[in-house]
Each structure stands twice: as C-alpha cells, then as structure tokens.
C-alpha cells in the first residue's frame, strides 16, 4: 500500500517558468489537500478537494492552480514561479472524518531561483 | 482567521519528561491534532482530542486541553533520543471536512 506518492522530490526552476506538482494516493480517500511549509510559518494550506470535480482555496492560494479530475490524483501547477514559491509542498489526503488521520506524503522541496 | 501558535525549540534530556505547548484561537474547533514531523518526511499523527474532553493519555503521551484559555499541551513520559523530531499542534477548522489549521511547529531535540 503506498498510501500518498509526491513527485518529484525536488525540483529547481527559473523564475517564471511553469511545473506540475504530482500527488496520487491509492486509499480512496474523497479529501486531498495541498499545504507549504516555511520556516517559523508551520503548514499553510494552499488549495483542498473534497472529490473528485470538486476543489477550493484555501488560505494562500495565489499563483497556484488545481484540478481534481480523479478521486486519486490532485496535482498542483505553479503557472509563472515566482521565488516567493521556494518551498516545501506537502500534498494529504483523508477519509473526511475528524477523528480519523491526514495521510501525508513526503514532501517536493522546491527552489525558485 | 484561525491561529495557531507553539514556541519554537524544545531541549531535554533522554528520560526526562517534555512538555510541548500550543495556544489557539478559534473558539469552535471541535478536534485538537499532535502530529510529527522527523527529517525528510511528511507529518504523522501522533493523537488528537476533542473538545469536550479536558485529558486523553495514550501510552507516553498525554494530551491536556484547557478550552477556556484555548490552551493544549502534549506530554512525553520518559522521551528518547527518537522523539527528537518536529511537533505540530493543528485545529479542525469549523467549516468541515479536514481543513487543518497547523502551529509554527516545535523542535524538540533530546539529548544522550
């Protein structure tokens, strides 16, 4: 069971050029969700799907586009990269219910230079 | 908006007991979250209560809530050199589904 798949694990851009970031999970869970993680700022969360068709931001959604086409895969698209987008992205996914727990994935660190 | 705020840097000894803290502010979070972070991978959670309970203890972990101060704090009994890794404390937001608002996190490192 791999439970939440993140690729790629790092990633450098230039500024202003576009990339995918990847999240697949294969637990049939209908909540995906797309944080970043800056230090001292804890996890910020940037875009949520409820299921499949579904998505809406979340508190730092600007210059981030998602789709949720399939219950398993939520990715994430930079359009223009900027540096304040240097970070690191965790993707998660859940059942929906509150006492049951985010399943995470390992993370892409990206560097914007 | 909802905020969530922790101190930074923990430091204790191996065998000692750690306290982490964490204060809150929305008023209607139902579930409180102790997840882990260690290097290079994602969170993990460790346990969580909710609201209407004050304690919840799960083997060396013990959860206080102080709903009144909006105050939450994760006890480690006897914490060892593999409980050095980063804590976030998170809410559930009041809106539903699993919108987690998380705190800065807390570095706790234990020394031999």
């Known amino acids: 069971n791999a439970g939440v798949t993140q690729t790629p694990k790092f990633q450098v851009l230039k500024t202003g050029q576009s990339m995918t970031l990847q999240c697949a999970q294969d637990?049939?869970?209908?909540?995906m969700s797309w944080y970043r993680q800056d230090p001292g700022m804890g996890l910020r969360l940037i875009h949520y799907?409820?299921?499949?068709?579904?998505?809406d931001q979340g508190e730092v959604p600007n210059g981030y586009n998602v789709s949720r086409s399939t219950t398993e895969d939520f990715p994430l698209r930079l359009l223009s990269a900027a540096p304040s987008q240097t970070s690191v992205y965790f993707c998660a996914s859940g059942q929906g219910a509150s006492n049951s727990p985010l399943h995470f994935g390992n993370g892409t660190r990206l560097t914007v230079t | 908006g909802e905020d969530v705020e922790q101190s930074l840097f923990l430091s204790v000894r191996e065998g000692d007991s750690s306290v982490i803290n964490c204060t809150y502010t929305d008023s209607s979070s139902t579930y409180l979250y102790w997840y882990k972070q260690e290097p290079g991978a994602g969170l993990q959670l460790l346990t969580y209560?909710?609201?209407?309970?004050d304690m919840k203890q799960d083997q060396r972990l013990t959860v206080l809530l102080n709903k009144k101060d909006k105050h939450l704090s994760l006890r480690i009994a006897d914490t060892q050199t593999g409980d050095s890794a980063i804590y976030f404390c998170?809410?559930?937001?009041?809106?539903?589904?699993?919108?987690?608002?998380f705190g800065t996190g807390t570095r706790l490192l234990v020394s031999p």
């Open positions: 799907s409820v299921g499949a068709g579904i998505t």
């Open positions: 209560i909710f609201s209407n309970m």
């Open positions: 998170a809410e559930k937001d009041g809106t539903g589904f699993q919108k987690l608002v």
């Open positions: 637990m049939n869970h209908e909540y």
